[in-house]
């Protein structure tokens, strides 16, 4: 649990941590993707949501040429920080006060290179969260029990991978026939404390 301290007549006094999240044993919030195949990504449009004092979702995937909305369903002013993370230099692509429960912002331009967003309240900083950004369709973010489905991969063998913001990278190849589905299982090594 992280401590609250600001706004606790809003938020009490604290939150549960999004960036480990483990349930019966599985993690969620991973991003599993299929690396270098190209694919048509049509627009979209993702919501980042301010909301009980947290991100919602936690961790997003979405697509180059997407549009992001961000909003606030809380009775507090939050401010979106996004700082796109590529190599060792970040760059800020959006900061947004929301004044207030109801208030959104829509984007005024698409998501454009591939790579990852931190998102921070720069009012509460405890809350954070993670945009991954691809450039083709051929990715899911892991539910509640650690799975993850991706559909229309191309029949072949492929490098999946599986990322997380605190654990890193894994990969696996997998092969896929027409017709069938196909299974990735990985495991990352964590530390019992």
Not at 23 to 34: M, S
Not at 56 to 78: I, W, Y
Request: proline content about 3%; some cysteine.
């Amino acid at each position: 649990m992280l401590e609250v301290t600001k706004n606790q007549e809003v938020c009490g006094t604290e939150i549960a941590a999004t960036d480990v999240i483990v349930q019966d044993g599985q993690l969620v919030n991973g991003v599993a993707f299929v690396e270098g195949l190209e694919g048509e990504v049509g627009p979209a449009e993702y919501v980042l949501s301010n909301s009980g004092c947290s991100f919602d979702p936690a961790v997003l995937a979405t697509v180059t040429g997407g549009m992001l909305v961000v909003n606030n369903q809380d009775e507090v002013l939050h401010n979106t920080h996004l700082n796109l993370v590529v190599g060792e230099r970040t760059r800020t692509v959006g900061n947004w006060a929301l004044s207030s429960k109801g208030s959104e912002i829509r984007a005024d331009r698409p998501l454009r290179r591939e790579g990852v967003i931190d998102v921070e309240c720069d009012a509460h900083e405890w809350m954070h969260a993670k945009i991954r950004i691809f450039s083709h369709p051929y990715f899911a973010v892991t539910g509640s029990g650690g799975e993850f489905e991706i559909t229309d991969v191309p029949v072949g063998t492929h490098v999946v991978k599986i990322w997380h913001e605190v654990f890193g990278e894994l990969e696996q190849e997998v092969t896929v026939q027409a017709g069938e589905a196909t299974s990735a299982d990985f495991t990352y090594e964590m530390a019992n404390e």
